[in-house]
DNA sequence: CGGACTTTGTGATACAATTCACAACATCTA
DNA sequence: TAGATGTTGTGAATTGTATCACAAAGTCCG
């Protein structure tokens, strides 16, 4: 196959509900899954699956469909997971003790190794092994290490200034929960968590729905 | 203004991101703000926010711009945040917990009047004056109150079921956390919150990174 | 072996979203 | 009043994404 443009970006961001919906199959012991079938599972079509995979290369087979063994294995390659990231936290308070917690992250290709808080009251105390440390030491960690992702979990106010700081030091990546859009230099990459704007995204179809029921029934 | 085509999606998605802004120039106590000066906190272009308005109504004058207060009430308004939504959450483990906790949540357009459980052990327990309820009172509660909108914060392997008890008993929306990709009948909205997915996707660019600077230094 | 099924990978096509570009209007200054 | 400046709202053009549709290739089975 001819791989002339780079996969945009929609399509990387497809690639992580494949590769779970592969892992869930890997579970239940399917060996041999079509691009029908991976798209009934996810709600994707199975023509998007498809054209999505072909940026990469061929990986079924005609008349059989994709070997999820094989397909799992080069999905994580491509995005990245057959190495280890590091991965930072700033801000461990509520949010960022349960993100800590969550043995989701730790999982797959990504490994926190350093959390921080400028509270003096909460630096020293230890949560799953890894003690809270200072903000003075985020860039030298950061440094140090080659860490390559953070996660903000401080109050909006404070997000901008950590941000810059993570970026001077070397972050390429960052996973932010703040409801704050942030302003990074070209080539960092910023994914928002945003639980409240998705909420009042949802309201608006609810009000759609009142409006029309009450038309309908004067 | 024509409004001939409703709006899609996309745009009902960024609306609750201007509003947030407006918030903030309101705090600031700015009172005029033009789509260049709105698209530059929010990495938008100024073109795609008139443009998105512009489903709505006229709401900027020229020469001028746009008055924060009035915008920000239009918007909530088609929002449907001028009312307040009922809200229930199901699982109240450490996620769930955390969110009951999120102020948030609470402040604006939705209310979470039910929270579910269900583990014997925590039914009963209060968290923020909200008592744990067994499971067998979900379908209940949602019908008599007339609630619209459920969070999902219990095991994926429970989501399905949870969600199918919640649509029939009359949920509208739903806030999904567990990572699964969930099946529900034409006109249910879903969301879904998924860092792990996010994080994932970012890997592969810094995968591409990686790649390149070994092929520049060899 | 041959014919009925399946399924992939991908150009071509259709659809969707964003950006451009400008007339129309508003304000300010002198 | 007039000219300079700034801004909106929106058709038209452009760019981006998803779907269609089909040749090619594999399986299955009598
Ligand atoms: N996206 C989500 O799902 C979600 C959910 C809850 C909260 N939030 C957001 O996450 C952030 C944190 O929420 P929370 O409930 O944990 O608040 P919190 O007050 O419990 O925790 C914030 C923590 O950040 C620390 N902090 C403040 N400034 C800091 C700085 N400059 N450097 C390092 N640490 C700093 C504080 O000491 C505190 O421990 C807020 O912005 C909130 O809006 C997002
Ligand atoms: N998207 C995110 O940001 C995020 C973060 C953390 C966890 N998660 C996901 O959220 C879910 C919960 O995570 P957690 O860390 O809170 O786990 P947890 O085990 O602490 O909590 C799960 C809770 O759900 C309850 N539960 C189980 N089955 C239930 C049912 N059928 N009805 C009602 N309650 C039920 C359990 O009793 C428990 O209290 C998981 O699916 C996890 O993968 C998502």
Redesign the interface.
């Known amino acids: 196959m001819e791989r002339l443009d780079l996969p945009p970006d929609v399509v990387?961001?497809r690639?992580?509900?494949y590769?779970?919906?592969l892992r869930?199959l890997q579970d239940e012991g399917i060996q041999f899954i079509s691009s029908h079938g991976l798209g009934t599972?996810?709600?994707v079509t199975a023509a998007q699956i498809r054209k999505d995979l072909s940026y990469f290369g061929e990986f079924g087979k005609q008349g059989i469909g994709y070997n999820v063994n094989k397909l799992l294995a080069h999905i994580e390659h491509?995005?990245?997971?057959s190495?280890e990231?590091l991965m930072v936290l700033a801000g461990v308070g509520?949010?960022g003790q349960?993100?800590v917690?969550?043995e989701?992250?730790g999982?797959?290709?990504?490994r926190l190794v350093g959390i921080f808080d400028n509270d003096p009251a909460k630096v020293g105390q230890v949560i799953e092994d890894l003690p809270i440390l200072p903000d003075e030491d985020l860039a030298r960690v950061i440094h140090e290490l080659g860490v390559?992702?953070a996660v903000v979990a401080v109050p909006a106010s404070h997000a901008q200034s950590i941000v810059d700081t993570m970026v001077a030091a070397g972050i390429?990546?960052i996973?932010n929960y703040a409801?704050?859009?942030l302003?990074v230099p070209d080539g960092i990459?910023v994914?928002y968590?945003d639980?409240?704007?998705?909420?009042?995204?949802?309201?608006?179809?609810?009000?759609?729905?009142?409006d029309k029921r009450r038309s309908q029934t004067p």
């Open positions: 990387i961001r690639l992580p509900l590769a779970r919906s869930y599972r996810i709600n491509i995005l990245g997971l190495k990231w509520h949010l349960a993100i917690r969550y989701g992250f999982s797959r290709g990504v390559k992702i390429r990546a996973l409801p704050v859009v302003r990459c994914r968590i639980p409240i704007t998705a909420l009042h995204s949802m309201t608006y179809y609810l009000a759609q729905e009142e």
